[in-house]
T-cell receptor, first 113, second 118 residues
Framework: NAGVTQTPKFQVLKTGQSMTLQCAQDMNHNSMYWYRQDPGMGLRLIYYSASEGTTDKGEVPNGYNVSRLNKREFSLRLESAAPSQTSVYFC????????????FGPGTRLTVT | GENVEQHPSTLSVQEGDSAVIKCTYSDSASNYFPWYKQELGKRPQLIIDIRSNVGEKKDQRIAVTLNKTAKHFSLHITETQPEDSAVYFCAARPRNNAGGTSYGKLTFGQGTILTVHP
């Protein structure tokens, strides 16, 4: 099993450009999450998907959109990138049943200039 | 919503010493408290977790204690080794309104940079 995979690993954008971060899991998990990690601020939840077909806002959703394409894939889109979105982005998944552990992908380091 | 505070932000110990990291949470309905370790440039990985019906859990050199009344929980690492050097995050999971499923948002603390000197 590959676990949770993310693409790309690194990305540099100019202000105003758009991009989509891709995430996939092969563990048959129901729930998927997108976090951003900034120095001194821990991991903050952007959006999450409890199950296929549902998505909800987390703590810091402004400037982002998500799509739960199917059970395996959960993408994060930046429509008009801003320097404040420079961060490391992690995708995670959890499940099934009553297993609460979240498994993280390797992360995407995004720089917006 | 849930708020998790983590202290200290940095911790420096000598190899062989013990290290303790503490977290407090605000939502008394939270029922799951994991600890993640993140090495430089790597993804966070779960090292130990505890549910609200348990007061303490141990796994070799690592232990977590939970005080539900005071709403705080702590990570204890004994006999520290240089490879324990990393950033450690605590988190809390509010009780799931859907009841007993794997879905559940985590609220993370700000992280503790642990350095173990040889």
């Amino acid at each position: 099993n590959a676990g949770v995979t993310q693409t790309p690993k690194f990305q540099v954008l100019k202000t105003g450009q758009s991009m989509t971060l891709q995430c996939a899991q092969d563990m048959n998990h129901n729930s998927m999450y997108w976090y951003r990690q900034d120095p001194g601020m821990g991991l903050r939840l952007i959006y999450y998907s409890a199950s296929e077909g549902t998505t909800d806002k987390g703590e810091v959703p402004n400037g982002y959109n998500v799509s739960r394409l199917n059970k395996r894939e959960f993408s994060l889109r930046l429509e008009s990138a801003a320097p404040s979105q420079t961060s490391v982005y992690f995708c995670a998944s959890s499940g099934p049943g009553t297993s609460y552990e979240q498994y993280f992908g390797p992360g995407t380091r995004l720089t917006v200039t | 919503g849930e708020n998790v505070e983590q202290h200290p932000s940095t911790l420096s110990v000598q190899e062989g010493d013990s290290a303790v990291i503490k977290c407090t949470y605000s939502d008394s309905a939270s029922n799951y408290f994991p600890w993640y370790k993140q090495e430089l440039g790597k993804r966070p990985q779960l090292i130990i977790d505890i549910r609200s019906n348990v007061g303490e859990k141990k796994d070799q050199r690592i232990a977590v204690t939970l005080n539900k009344t005071a709403k705080h929980f702590s990570l204890h690492i004994t006999e520290t080794q240089p490879e324990d050097s990393a950033v450690y995050f605590c988190a809390a999971r509010p009780r799931n309104n859907a009841g007993g499923t794997s879905y559940g948002k985590l609220t993370f603390g700000q992280g503790t940079i642990l350095t173990v000197h040889p």
